[in-house]
Each structure stands twice: as C-alpha cells, then as structure tokens.
Antibody, heavy 117, light 113 residues
Framework: QVQLVQSGSELKKPGASVKVSCGASGYTFTMYAVNWVRQAPGQGLEWMGWINTNTGNPTYAQGFTGRFVFSLDTSVSTAYLQISGLQAEDTAVYYC??????????WGQGTLVTVSS | DIVMTQSPDSLAMSLGERATINCKSSQSVLYSSNSQNYLAWYQQKPGQPPKLLIYWASTRESGVPDRFSGSGSGTDFTLTISSLQAEDVAVYYCHQYHSHPPTFGQGTKLEIK
C-alpha cells in the first residue's frame, strides 16, 4: 500500500537549519509529484509548493522562497524539505503529500519542527 | 490566488444528525474542458494528517463511508455527513486544485453536541 513516512520531530535554535525527509513506498516514486504543506500550531493548512519527482524541478508558493528548498533522492524514493535560517514563526508541523490523479491522496504523518532558544 | 471560504467555522451536532459544511471559492474551479470541479474535501482528526474524503467535488475516495457526500459546482460546494458518528469528530477542509497555487479553506471544526 502507498505510504509516506517522514522523519521525526526536531527542536532547533533560531538561525539553525533543518532537513525533513519523506520516504515513499508502495508505488513508483517518479510518477507522482510530492507536495509540502505547513500547519502552524492550532492553524489550518498552508500549501508550500511541490517538486516534480521525474525532473527534480521544484515550485515554491509565495512566502516559501529563499529559505526553503525541496530536493529528492530518487534512488531511495525520498523527498526532502530543508529550511535554513529558522525563525520562531517556522514552528509548525510539516507534511509531505502525494499529488495523485485526484488531489493530495496520501499524506505523511507529519514532522513537528520547533524553533526555540 | 483563489480564496476558499468555509462556513461555519465550527459546528456541534448530535449523533445521528445530518451535518452540512459549505465551501465557497472566489473563482470557479470548474474546468470546462472536462467538466470537472477541481475541489476536494479532507478530514483531519487530532494529531493525525489530513485524509482525502472527496475529490472532483463529489467522488468518494476508496474506503470512505457512504454517509459522506460532496456536491456543488463552480464556486459553491457542500460536504454532507448524513448521520453523524462519534468518529466523525474532526476538522474538515475544502481544497481547490484548479489553479496555482492550490489553496485550502480555513477549516470547519465538527463536534458532538
């Protein structure tokens, strides 16, 4: 069955970097795009962008350019989200999700990134 | 960007009652070329990721109970739970995937009265 498994929670200091992984299984990784979605504490869902798993080309939403980088390692069917220059406002749960034929059909379990001094 | 506005923000219903959540988009999400509405509904229970319930505005994802149904076209959509069960307590989000960037509604919190 399709699964997306994300790396564990992270506690980082302001200014540090973090890299979240999203490992896919149960389907051909390069056939479906991976999207990233942020959920701040107690808030709704915010689309961050997506990466074409066939070409590696990323697309970022407004507000997620510069410090946010999407990347892939197709040899292990894994997508990555790296955030640099972490700020307190980056504290959130970050989800990866597969863009299936119909919307975002499978989601990772989420990775909580906490930024605190 | 297409703005998705859900109503109400929260809802408290009794077990067995019908629950209705509305979603309005600032622009049509109907693709004329294939007559499909690029509108999905997700359910998010506490501490869990969102789960896809409905896509193309009215098609239930595999395994979703048939008490969940979606309707609407263009800019106005509805998610209906025909007979509320305890396990339906969650936040529900509508989502348009018609135009870049994809956007979500603010969420509707459904509770048991």
């Amino acid at each position: 069955q399709v699964q997306l498994v994300q790396s564990g929670s992270e506690l980082k200091k302001p200014g540090a970097s973090v890299k979240v992984s999203c490992g896919a299984s149960g389907y051909t990784f390069t056939m479906y795009a991976v999207n990233w979605v942020r959920q701040a504490p107690g808030q709704g869902l915010e689309w961050m962008g997506w990466i074409n798993t066939n070409t590696g080309n990323p697309t970022y939403a407004q507000g997620f350019t510069g410090r946010f980088v999407f990347s892939l390692d197709t040899s292990v069917s894994t997508a990555y989200l790296q955030i640099s220059g972490l700020q307190a406002e980056d504290t959130a749960v970050y989800y990866c999700a597969r863009r299936g034929n119909f919307a975002l059909d499978h989601w990772g379990q989420g990775t909580l990134v906490t930024v605190s001094s | 960007d297409i703005v998705m506005t859900q109503s109400p923000d929260s809802l408290a219903m009794s077990l067995g009652e019908r629950a209705t959540i509305n979603c309005k988009s600032s622009q049509s999400v109907l693709y004329s070329s294939n007559s499909q509405n690029y509108l999905a509904w997700y359910q998010q229970k506490p501490g869990q990721p969102p789960k896809l319930l409905i896509y193309w505005a009215s098609t239930r994802e595999s395994g979703v109970p048939d008490r969940f149904s979606g309707s609407g076209s263009g800019t106005d959509f509805t998610l209906t739970i025909s007979s509320l069960q305890a396990e339906d307590v969650a936040v529900y989000y509508c989502h348009q995937y018609h135009s870049h960037p994809p956007t979500f509604g603010q969420g509707t919190k459904l509770e048991i009265k």
